[in-house]
């Protein structure tokens, strides 16, 4: 599978909703009914995306509108920052926005055989290997499901929006990344720069 995301490698996506999982679900039917929510990235053998795990409330809107039309768009957005023209020591150079992002479209199909996986794997996402997970709730978890269902959502498009000054001239990048030393913006900044 040829790279379906310009100069944008699939793991660049995967890596940017690994660590903020938390997106809006903008229902296309009556986006008025937006929530935020985490998701999981699915992805198949060859690294084509091709899924986003997760769940719903019961209580919110949304739900009844995704189930009689699913299609939904996913913003996500990463570290982001100001970056001021002092950072770059250039009184002629304009301020700009830092930002690493992404747009996913796909089909909602909500289904209560999903819901324990959603969870599961969310949750394992979150603590990591040795953390907490579900089944310390016992008897709860199954009264706490009742709120909530699961969904996959098919991906039908991708487009992501990584502004992480490869645009720049090499001593203006490498101010900037100097001056977000640390920092989650600087760290994909300089994990980009080395690409």
């Known amino acids: ?7 944008i490698p699939p793991d660049h996506i995967q890596a940017l909703i690994d660590q903020t999982p938390l997106c809006w ?11 935020l929510m985490p998701v999981i990235l699915e992805r198949d053998p060859d690294g084509g995306l091709v899924s986003l795990l997760g769940h719903l409330p019961k209580s919110r809107p949304a739900l009844k509108i995704l189930q009689e039309n699913g299609a939904a768009t996913f913003l996500f957005l990463g570290p982001n920052a100001y970056i001021a023209p002092s950072v770059t020591g250039k009184t002629d ?39 907490w997970d ?5 008897e709860r978890f199954d009264k706490l499901a009742k709120q ?14 990584f502004k992480l000054a490869q645009d720049e001239s090499a001593d203006v990048r490498q101010s900037i990344i100097s001056a977000l030393s640390g920092t989650p913006l600087g760290i994909w900044t300089e994990a980009y720069e080395k690409e």
């Open 1 to 7: 599978m040829g790279n379906q995301f310009g100069d």
């Open 148 to 161: 909530i269902i699961g969904f996959r959502a098919t991906i039908s498009s991708a487009v992501p929006r």
């Open 93 to 131: 150079w304009a301020p700009t926005w830092n930002f690493a992002s992404a747009i996913l479209s796909g089909d909602i199909k909500a289904s209560e055989d999903l819901t324990r996986a959603a969870i599961t794997q969310l949750v394992s996402h979150m603590e990591g290997p040795a953390g």
């Open 134 to 138: 579900i089944s310390r709730l016992g």
């Open 25 to 35: 679900i903008v229902p296309h039917a009556q986006p008025d009914t937006a929530l």
